[in-house]
């Protein structure tokens, strides 16, 4: 009798509400009401109907949301990777020195050559840097966002201070990027050491020097020797 309610039930149903029902229908094979036997021929009939809607009603997807349109050009994509020169210039900008050596072991090789681009506009952290981030990511030999994320690490570790310019109706100026760093700004102000700590060389002819010395005293012992030795002449 259930069985052939269920059977009534799936024929006069919506297709929205044919789950509902399939749910039905196995919870009640589960509680011992259904058969193996009726339950699978009700699921046969309940899924016989739905290629049939399906047909008469197919899914239609909507198309992809359209970019908002603008007014500025795109930005192009930027691939260090396939350019070798990006590399090599990367990678000579971060072995400059652009920061102490207890601050720069914190920071990727990619990140050094931003920060040294960001040192070199801001004249040695007494003046701030504003250029945008596509040329800083060029001249560093990054991607953009590489280039972002630096900055952005960089004032949350407090060695940076970003200021955004932001206009009204109208495109955005770069952000204003100042050293507030100490340590960074000595620095950048003293420069890097590289060299010998001490400014005179070292003096090969030492030994020289020392054997001439004491060539030098003994002919004077011998000269006074021989002043001692000679006679006095007679009035």
């Not at 309940?46 to 197919?58: G, K, S």
């Not at 192009?76 to 990006?86: E, L, N, S, T």
């Not at 280039?147 to 109208?170: D, F, K, P, S, Y």
């Amino acid at each position: 009798m259930f069985a052939s309610y269920l059977a009534s039930a799936i024929d006069a149903a919506h297709p929205s509400q044919l789950d509902p029902i399939s749910r039905d229908l196995w919870r009640a094979h589960g509680a011992g009401s259904l058969s193996d036997t009726e339950a699978q021929s009700l699921a046969e009939a309940l899924e016989a109907r739905r290629p049939l809607y399906r047909d008469r009603h197919p899914v239609t997807w909507g198309t992809p949301p359209q970019r908002r349109l603008s007014i500025f050009p795109q930005r192009r994509p930027q691939h260090a990777r396939k350019h070798p020169k990006r590399i090599d210039r990367r990678r000579r900008l971060a072995s400059s020195g652009p920061m102490p050596p207890q601050l720069a072991a914190a920071w990727t090789t990619g990140e050094l050559a931003v920060l040294r681009i960001v040192a070199d506009e801001t004249s040695h952290g007494t003046s701030v840097c504003d250029r945008s981030l596509g040329e800083i990511a060029a001249r560093a030999g990054v991607c953009r966002s590489l280039a972002q994320a630096t900055l952005r690490r960089a004032q949350a570790a407090g060695l940076v201070m970003i200021e955004e310019r932001r206009r009204r109706g109208q495109k955005n100026l770069p952000n204003a990027v100042r050293i507030v760093s100490p340590e960074w700004r000595m620095w950048l102000q003293r420069g890097p050491r590289t060299g010998s700590r001490y400014p005179d060389p070292t003096d090969t002819d030492s030994y020289l020097k020392g054997k001439s010395r004491i060539q030098k005293t003994r002919r004077k012992g011998s000269e006074e020797k021989e002043w001692a030795v000679r006679p006095v002449p007679p009035d």
